[in-house]
């Protein structure tokens, strides 16, 4: 583990710890921070959408909100897409600037439709 990524498995314990959760929080927090150990294929599928955009000039805020919403919009959460969208957008109206919900929406949304089968 890099040492971000035990910094924060060692937060989550030391948080389940001190203010227990359900068995259904903890499993999802403990999938999450999996999942999100390894950013580059989250982080490469975000790239594939932006156009005129690097990651790198993304806000570090928005940048979290987007891998957070594809894992969850990826399946591995149980969360279902459309729900996955939405807490994105909101939290993206919470923390980020002006622009960031229309920002967060347009690029998991681009990812939602790339992903999606034909229907």
Do not use: H
């Amino acid at each position: 583990m890099k040492g971000g990524e035990a910094g924060a498995a060692a937060e989550l314990e030391t948080l389940l710890q001190n203010e227990p959760a359900d068995k259904e929080i903890e499993s999802y927090a403990r999938k999450l921070l999996e999942t999100l150990s390894s950013t580059e294929s989250t982080d490469s599928a975000i790239q594939s959408v932006l156009s005129s955009w690097t990651l790198e000039r993304v806000t570090p805020v928005e940048r979290c909100i987007l891998r957070v919403g594809l894992t969850e919009l990826e399946g591995n959460l149980g969360v279902p897409p459309i729900v996955a969208i939405d807490e994105a957008i909101r939290l993206s109206k919470e923390f980020g600037t002006k622009n960031s919900e229309k920002f967060v929406n347009g690029v998991l949304d681009a990812i939602y439709k790339k992903k999606k089968p034909a229907s």
